[in-house]
């Protein structure tokens, strides 16, 4: 939660390669969202996720967002049409995907928007319980 046992070297490092980081730490649920309301972009530089709640909450507040093509991720987001995805040892893509969204409000606009839109179609958890209920019913009766 931001608050790991490499902090400090990431502070360090920040600090001496004069990198704007502020290393927020954990945080509550109202606070998340609050920062998310303030946020131009989201990013998420992972090695291993499965497929990550945290950007499932920035795309549905329509946050732009740029991940990792690994693990679940590429199936949550699709490169270009809403999120953007990077290789997740390339330090230089992540920073040229930022810097694409910082520079081109009107593609971050249009990234947030449809992230929005595809987390709320294909993400919902009443309406993917609701359906997982009726598969359920249906092979139970097929079983009788």
Known sequence: MGAGPELKLLQEFAKQNEIPVIFEGARTNTEIR???ERADVFA?????????????????MEVPC???FIAGIPELIRDS???LLVPASSAEAMASALQRLLDDPLFRRKLGSAGSKRVR?????PQN????????????????
């Open 44 to 60: 998420l530089a992972s090695f291993a996720e499965g497929l990550p709640v945290a950007l499932m909450e920035a795309m549905a």
């Open 121 to 125: 179609e294909h993400y919902n958890l």
């Open 81 to 83: 049409l809403d999120g």
């Open 129 to 144: 319980v609701s359906f997982l209920a009726s598969m359920f019913r249906d092979l139970v009766g097929e079983s009788r």
């Open 34 to 36: 609050l920062m998310l």
């Open 66 to 68: 740029v991940s990792t």
